[in-house]
T-cell receptor, first 117, second 108 residues
Framework: DTGVSQDPRHKITKRGQNVTFRCDPI?????LYWYRQTLGQGPEFLTY????????KSRLLSDRFSAERPKGSFSTLEIQRTEQGDSAMYLC???????????????FGPGTRLLVL | KNEVEQSPQNLTAQEGEFITINCSYS?????LHWLQQHPGGGIVSLFM???GKKKHGRLIATINIQEKHSSLHITASHPRDSAVYIC??????????FGGGTRVLVKP
């Protein structure tokens, strides 16, 4: 296993189109996080899963955004009716946290860079 | 005011110089992370701290919980250290809250 992978690495789409990104975490990791990073800024939290359960969602995640992790392994992030303001790097991270409250290290994927024209 | 503030935003150093990046936060935390992001987006976790000091090679990270402040030091800087360094804190819940990053350029 070589780490967290994301697909695609780059996506250009027209405003109004739907896009879907995939994240494959490190295989034994039970937690999976999605972040968004705009140019020149630090990442911002979007949502996270523990196994297949989506436990927290940021208010940044409008109703056009949906994330799933159906089998507790890979995750998808879908953006419907994309807007130019959705242009950003979408980062996925995974971690192994067997005990609640245990501090874990998150391992980041390379990101998917989205450009909405 | 952001929960996590980093300074400076940009830093240019000559090879061999000692570099310090600062991070201040305004909430109670369970852990603080220092991350490195190279051009192209990939993020690597450098340190996770909850107290004291950690060292890894030429990198040193310190945290003062009472003052809500952490520093990342790079000794004997090298051009390959050029990257964006990001401070992130874990407060309530499991999400990380990130600073805006410090862009470091080390010139040969």
């Amino acid at each position: 296993d070589t780490g967290v992978s994301q697909d695609p690495r780059h996506k250009i789409t027209k405003r109004g189109q739907n896009v879907t990104f995939r994240c494959d975490p490190i295989s034994e990791h039970n937690r999976l996080y999605w972040y968004r990073q705009t140019l020149g800024q630090g990442p911002e939290f979007l949502t996270y899963f523990q196994n297949e359960a989506q436990l927290e969602k940021s208010r940044l995640l409008s109703d056009r955004f949906s994330a799933e992790r159906p089998k507790g392994s890979f995750s998808t992030l879908e953006i419907q009716r994309t807007e130019q303001g959705d242009s950003a790097m979408y980062l996925c991270a995974s971690s192994w946290a067997p005990v609640a409250g245990l501090r874990e290290t998150q391992y980041f994927g390379p990101g998917t860079r989205l450009l909405v024209l | 005011k952001n929960e996590v503030e980093q300074s400076p935003q940009n830093l240019t150093a000559q090879e061999g110089e000692f570099i310090t990046i600062n991070c201040s936060y305004s909430v109670g935390i369970s852990a603080l992370h220092w991350l490195q992001q190279h051009p192209g987006g990939g993020i690597v976790s450098l340190f996770m701290l909850s107290s004291g000091k950690k060292k890894h090679g030429r990198l040193i990270a310190t945290i003062n919980i009472q003052e809500k402040h952490s520093s990342l030091h790079i000794t004997a800087s090298h051009p390959r250290d050029s990257a964006v360094y990001i401070c992130a804190v874990k407060a309530a819940g499991n999400k990380l809250t990130f600073g805006g990053g410090t862009r470091v350029l080390v010139k040969p």
